[in-house]
């Protein structure tokens, strides 16, 4: 990509990309797609065995490929696997966890933590071969150094988050959403910008051989109780 700034004259080309499916093939192709995300599981228990960077920066495309607003794609992903700064994203974090345990969260949001068992310790973000810390963009652009005004930069970083938590999934890895409060930490250590608003420390990697998984995580609600028809 250049560094000269994209023409912002509404172009439109035909539709590409798109195929049509018959009503079967597409209740199938839905089915095989529900399965595969039910056996997805958060992991705690991670391995420390290499995971290829060329299956990372596929799934990342994959997250790159979500709609935004103002098609301004206002995300930042800070891709670790070097030891030291691992490390002090652990010391970090854990330092804010610690506060979290010991009473900033309330009791009402511990008790709702209880049934997964987590705690301040968090060995994972060491033991797994890739951090990817997600950035939100307050200000961004379409090429180098262009810097606009983003719209709906929470909601699109979400999105784009959701769809790499899925790539990975489908390439056969596990991953954890870890949000350590406040976050700011990450900026210093990642070297991005205040602009930007760190969103969350998504770990990948293999499972370890012995993870276990708490079976309330796997409680999910039935659709009639957060859909409606109307």
């Not at 890739?130 to 180098?144: D, H, K």
Request: glycine fraction near 6%; aromatic fraction near 10%; charge should be neutral.
């Amino acid at each position: 990509m250049t560094g000269s700034k994209p023409d912002r004259t509404l172009d439109l080309e035909p539709l590409a990309g798109w195929i049509e499916y018959s009503p079967a093939v597409m209740a199938d192709r839905a089915r095989v797609f529900l399965e595969g995300l039910k056996r997805r599981r958060t992991v705690r228990d991670f391995s420390p065995r290499p995971v290829p960077r060329e299956i990372i920066e596929t799934c990342l495309l994959a997250a790159g490929t979500a709609p935004s607003g103002a098609n301004l794609q206002p995300w930042h992903f800070a891709v670790i696997s070097d030891p030291a700064r691992k490390q002090r994203i652990r010391q970090a974090a854990e330092s804010e966890e610690r506060a979290f345990y010991a009473g900033k969260a309330g009791a009402e949001w511990l008790e709702a933590l209880a049934p997964l068992g987590t705690d301040p310790d968090k060995p994972f973000l060491e033991i797994a071969p890739w951090l990817i810390v997600i950035f939100a963009q307050r200000r961004s652009g379409l090429v180098p150094g262009e810097s606009r005004k983003t719209y709906y930069f929470n909601e699109s970083v979400g999105i784009a988050t959701g769809l790499l938590i899925a790539a990975l999934h489908e390439a056969g890895l596990v991953t954890l959403t870890h949000t350590p409060a406040p976050m700011g930490f990450l900026n210093e250590i990642c070297e991005r910008p205040a602009t930007e608003k760190p969103f969350l420390v998504l770990v990948a990697g293999y499972p370890a051989a012995d993870a276990r998984t708490p079976r309330y995580a796997a409680i999910k609600k039935p659709l009639e109780s957060f859909t409606s028809w109307l």
